[in-house]
Nanobody
Framework: QVQLVESGGGLVQAGGSLRLSCAAS????????MGWFRQAPGKEREFVAA????????NYTDSVKGRFTISRDNAKNTEYLQMNSLKPEDTAVYYC?????????????WGRGTQVTVSS
C-alpha cells in the first residue's frame, strides 16, 4: 500500500476552478494506477477519474468529461485533478486512491479526503 495525502480543496463559485493534488509516499509510485473518487452528503462514494502508471490511459465518469483533467507527475510522486467549470453538484469530499497496476486489482490505498464546495 501507499500513503496518500490530498490538498487543494476549498470553496468556489459555480463556473470556477480548483486543482486538487495527491502526494504519495514510497518509491514505486509509477507502478500504481491512481484515481479520484468523491462522496457527496447522503450519497455513495463514486468514481471520478483514473490514470495508469505511465499515463497512457485515462478514464472519467461521464459527468466530469470535458471539465476535469487527471494527471500525474511520477518524478514528484503526485497526482492531480484539475477541475474547471465547476457546478454545485460537484460539491463533495474528494478522495485520492491507488491500486496495483494489474487488471482486477482493488483500490486499497485511500487518502483522508479534501472538501470541495461549489456555491451557486
Amino acid at each position: 500500500q501507499v500513503q496518500l495525502v490530498e490538498s487543494g480543496g476549498g470553496l468556489v463559485q459555480a463556473g470556477g476552478s480548483l486543482r486538487l493534488s495527491c502526494a504519495a509516499s514510497g518509491r514505486t509510485f509509477s507502478s500504481y494506477v491512481m484515481g479520484w473518487f468523491r462522496q457527496a452528503p447522503g450519497k455513495e462514494r463514486e468514481f471520478v477519474a483514473a490514470i495508469s502508471g505511465s499515463g497512457d490511459w485515462i478514464n472519467y465518469t461521464d459527468s466530469v468529461k470535458g471539465r476535469f483533467t487527471i494527471s500525474r507527475d511520477n518524478a514528484k510522486n503526485t497526482e492531480y485533478l484539475q477541475m474547471n467549470s465547476l457546478k454545485p453538484e460537484d460539491t463533495a469530499v474528494y478522495y485520492c486512491a491507488a491500486r496495483a497496476g494489474y487488471a482486477g486489482s482493488l483500490w486499497n490505498s485511500w487518502g483522508r479526503g479534501t472538501q470541495v464546495t461549489v456555491s451557486s
